[in-house]
């Protein structure tokens, strides 16, 4: 419908869009194009942030998850665990570490870090870890801190109505795991002394908790992110956004 109207108005001679102010464009032949990229996804983070209604893009805090399914693990650690409801605070406040564009093979490899990563949701486990067998539902929250992460994303132009517009296939994205922390409440809280036991074996094994949740939480943002690079890109064509 959108695109309709654009191009009926592009046909009475009117301009067909207009780029927002909180998109700074970077020219193709920058001197510097990677620090232009990085001062400009800077300059969008506030609208990230809150989202973009007008353009269709999902506040980024909290960012919402799809669930989270969990199968199995190595021997110390059987793992059957679906998360659900999950909310995530934290991911907008990234700071780039590097950028390198590649704009004729519209390939952008960048890594950043996120300081403070705070998420909660509802979980449903059927879990086995060392000598404890534990089932149960309840709240699941917890917090990373000094996640680093490596993302290529790599686009190619599809045309829209006889205009070039820059689509991105689904990034790569690789977690470099920081400090982690996770709490599932309501486990086994009618007996305490199994309650504590329980709490101590996963604050211990946070880290092949995290190995086993890993990957799909990779996919997971790798998803989210694509998404919302691909709502700013289609909007734009590409000669408006790298002019
Ligand atoms: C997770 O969901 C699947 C169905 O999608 C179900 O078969 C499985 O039993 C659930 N796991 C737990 C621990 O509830
Ligand atoms: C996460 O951090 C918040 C404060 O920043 C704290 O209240 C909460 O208990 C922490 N949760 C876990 C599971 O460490």
């Known amino acids: 419908m959108l695109t309709k109207i ?5 046909g009475v001679g009117f301009i067909s869009a207009v780029i927002p102010d909180y998109i700074k464009v970077c020219k193709s032949n920058e001197k510097d194009l990677a620090q232009c990229i990085i001062n ?14 007008e353009l269709d893009v999902p506040p980024m805090e909290p960012l919402f998850l799809d669930e989270i399914k969990l199968r199995s693990g190595p021997n110390a650690a059987k793992l059957d665990a679906n998360i659900t409801n999950i909310k995530v605070w934290g991911p ?4 780039i570490l590097e950028v390198k564009p590649n704009l004729a093979k519209k390939r952008f490899a960048f890594r950043a870090t996120i300081p403070h990563i705070r998420f909660e949701g509802d979980y449903d486990i059927d879990m086995h870890i060392l000598v404890l067998k534990y089932k149960g539902v309840g709240p699941i929250s917890g917090n990373f801190t000094d996640y680093t992460f490596d993302c290529v994303m790599k686009g190619h132009l599809v045309k829209i109505d006889g205009k070039d517009y820059l689509k991105f296939d689904r990034m ?3 977690l470099n795991i920081g400090k982690s922390s996770i709490r599932l409440e309501n486990l086994f809280k009618e007996d305490p002394v199994i309650a504590k036991a329980t709490d101590d074996v996963i604050s211990d094994n946070t880290e092949v908790f995290m190995k086993e949740i890993q990957p799909t939480l990779e996919r997971a943002l790798a998803e989210k992110f694509t998404d919302i690079a691909n709502k700013l890109t289609l909007k734009f064509t590409y000669q408006e956004l790298f002019p």
């Open 6 to 10: 654009i191009v009926f108005l592009g």
């Open 40 to 53: 400009s996804v800077y300059a969008l983070r506030p609208q990230l942030k809150k989202g973009i209604p």
């Open 92 to 95: 907008s406040e990234f700071q």
């Open 172 to 174: 790569h994205l690789k």
